[in-house]
């Protein structure tokens, strides 16, 4: 069982879209406490800037039978990582690009 960048891509796009045009999403997998909170997980972090801990505190207070397998909290950590990566990379290049060249003054 996998959470493929492609999936969460996808989920986020679908989530996104609804949200945008005032529906509601349904998110459901056959027992509704591994895949589907995951899933929900990932979109959190990716589209609603939640870290991976204040993101599944929330869903499991919503829904405490959660139990996602050990193979989605490990890529939902991975994910939480990369999105980190990116977002530090962006803040260094942006940091970068707005600092003045140094002039001595006469």
Do not use: W
């Amino acid at each position: 069982q996998v959470l493929t960048q492609t999936m969460i891509s996808e989920v986020v796009q679908f989530v996104t879209d609804a949200r945008r045009s005032g529906n509601a999403a349904l998110i459901h997998c056959l027992m509704g406490k591994s895949r589907s909170p995951s899933v929900v997980i990932a979109y959190m972090i990716r589209a609603e800037n939640y870290s991976f801990d204040s993101a599944y505190c929330h869903v499991k207070t919503e829904r405490p039978g959660i139990d996602p397998n050990q193979g989605f909290l490990k890529q939902l950590a991975q994910i939480t990582e990369t999105e980190f990566k990116d977002l530090l990379q962006r803040h260094l290049h942006l940091g970068a690009s707005l600092r003045s060249p140094t002039s001595s003054r006469v």
